[in-house]
T-cell receptor, first 114, second 112 residues
Framework: ETGVTQSPTHLIKTRGQQVTLRCSSQ?????VSWYQQALGQGPQFIFQ???????GRGNFPPRFSGLQFPNYSSELNVNALELDDSALYLC?????????????FGPGTRLTVL | SQQGEEDPQALSIQEGENATMNCSYK?????LQWYRQNSGRGLVHLIL?????REKHSGRLRVTLDTSKKSSSLLITASRAADTASYFC????????????FGQGTTLQVKP
């Protein structure tokens, strides 16, 4: 059984640029959630993808968007980057068959916006 | 917005001692999950306790849940230097939409 993987590990962008982060879900999981974790804070829910569609969204602007692919992997896209977007981006996978929605996280992508 | 409030924010103990961290939340939940995070890396899932459970054990971990007080505690017994990390509680709402709401975390330092 493979765990959740994310790429890249680190990324440096400048303000106004666009970024794409990638996540492969754990074997047997069909749902992916994305979280943003600012330094010294707990993770905040961005959105969740299930059956290739957005299935719930947190308090993030539309320039945060995502995709889920038939193999359940997912991408997080952020347009028009702002300095405050600098954070650790975490994805978590889970199974829709799990009534308790136990989520398992990847190692994260650390994004720095200059 | 953060639902959980964790207490204390930081905790420093000697190896071998027990560490207790508390979490409070505001709304009805389906379950509460505890995670560990080492040095800003990924979250490691420790334990999930369902809303109809009061206590759960996993190795040196003991989690309690009091839904009447909307609070939970994580006890790590016989702590080790390797337990040094940040610990977060996260709640799944009663509708269990898949969104986890995290607290701000407790930073635990275990001195050898």
């Amino acid at each position: 059984e493979t765990g959740v993987t994310q790429s890249p590990t680190h990324l440096i962008k400048t303000r106004g640029q666009q970024v794409t982060l990638r996540c492969s879900s754990q074997s047997g999981h069909n749902t992916v959630s994305w979280y943003q974790q600012a330094l010294g804070q707990g993770p905040q829910f961005i959105f969740q993808y299930y059956r290739e569609e957005e299935n719930g969204r947190g308090n993030f602007p539309p320039r945060f968007s995502g995709l889920q692919f038939p193999n359940y992997s997912s991408e997080l896209n952020v347009n028009a980057l702002e300095l405050d977007d600098s954070a650790l981006y975490l994805c978590a996978s889970s199974s829709s068959n799990d009534r308790y929605n136990e989520q398992f996280f990847g190692p994260g992508t650390r994004l720095t916006v200059l | 917005s953060q639902q959980g409030e964790e207490d204390p924010q930081a905790l420093s103990i000697q190896e071998g001692e027990n560490a207790t961290m508390n979490c409070s939340y505001k709304t009805s939940i389906n379950n509460l999950q505890w995670y560990r995070q080492n040095s800003g890396r990924g979250l490691v899932h420790l334990i999930l306790i369902r809303s109809n459970e009061r206590e759960k054990h996993s190795g040196r971990l003991r989690v309690t849940l009091d839904t009447s007080k909307k609070s939970s505690s994580l006890l790590i017994t016989a702590s080790r230097a390797a337990d040094t990390a940040s610990y977060f509680c996260a709640t799944a709402g009663s509708s269990n939409t898949g969104k986890l709401i995290f607290g701000q975390g407790t930073t635990l330092q275990v001195k050898p």
